[in-house]
């Protein structure tokens, strides 16, 4: 079955620094997604994306953050400059139509460690 | 406002248990989908179901199965004859009638199947 692929499975950053996780959504997927889950928490939703616009964001994603999908395969979010707040697991997600609220396909996740 | 509440924190079973996770949800939408998603001890978020609003049949599938209750705004879950691989946690998720829009997830409960 295709999967979504983020990379780094793992990233530990300096308070302050930027950091950029990368995914790489299933090909024929035409929206996209980022969520995070604080340690022990829910997962929660930051931005979802289609069309090269964002679609929806929520009040976590503030200025600090911002999505790209540079090159029509990467999907990209980046934090300006990290918090330690920001430690959490961020997952990619994509889904395949316009249609609503297919499944969504979920990505093993980046660790972000903000020291 | 949509919100997802589990209540179960935590379950421990012992092999061969039945055992059913309860999810309780909120919504003002007429039209809304609930979703159910298992994170492993990898952390990947894997999709189980997917059921809308106006579909209240329950639904099996092997040993899962769905009881979708709209009178009680209830989406439970169980599993039969549980087993050690099924020792994960379980969110329970809703999601507007809208493409792109947030899945709103519950907390989590954990499941823990000892042998």
């Known amino acids: 079955e295709p999967e979504v692929t983020q990379t780094p499975s793992h990233q530990v950053t300096q308070m302050g620094q930027e950091v950029i996780l990368r995914c790489v959504p299933i090909?024929?997927?035409?929206?996209f997604y980022w969520y995070r889950q604080i340690l022990g928490q829910k997962v929660e939703f930051l931005v979802s994306f289609y069309n090269n616009e964002i679609s929806e964001k929520s009040e976590i994603f503030d200025d600090q953050f911002s999505v790209e999908r540079p090159d029509g395969s990467n999907f990209t979010l980046k934090i300006r400059s990290t918090k330690l707040e920001d430690s959490a697991m961020y997952f990619c997600?994509?889904?395949?139509?316009?249609?609503?609220?297919?499944?969504?396909?979920f990505g093993s996740g980046t660790q972000l460690s903000v020291l | 406002a949509q919100k997802v509440t589990q209540a179960q924190t935590e379950i421990s079973v012992v092999e061969k248990e039945d055992v059913t996770l309860d999810c309780v949800y909120e919504?003002?939408?007429?039209?809304?989908?609930l979703f159910w998603y298992k994170q492993p001890p990898s952390g990947e978020l894997v999709f189980l179901i997917r059921r809308n609003s106006f579909d209240e049949q329950n639904e099996i599938s092997g040993r899962y199965s769905w009881n979708f209750q709209k009178s009680t705004s209830s989406f439970n879950f169980t599993i039969t004859a549980s087993q050690v691989v099924d020792s994960a946690v379980y969110f329970c998720?809703?999601?507007?009638?809208?493409?792109?829009?947030?899945?709103?997830f519950g907390k989590g409960t954990t499941l823990s199947v000892s042998s």
């Open positions: 090909s024929n997927h035409l929206y």
């Open positions: 919504t003002r939408d007429t039209t809304y989908y």
């Open positions: 998720a809703l999601t507007r009638n809208q493409a792109g829009t947030a899945l709103i």
């Open positions: 997600a994509s889904s395949e139509t316009v249609r609503n609220n297919e499944k969504l396909f």
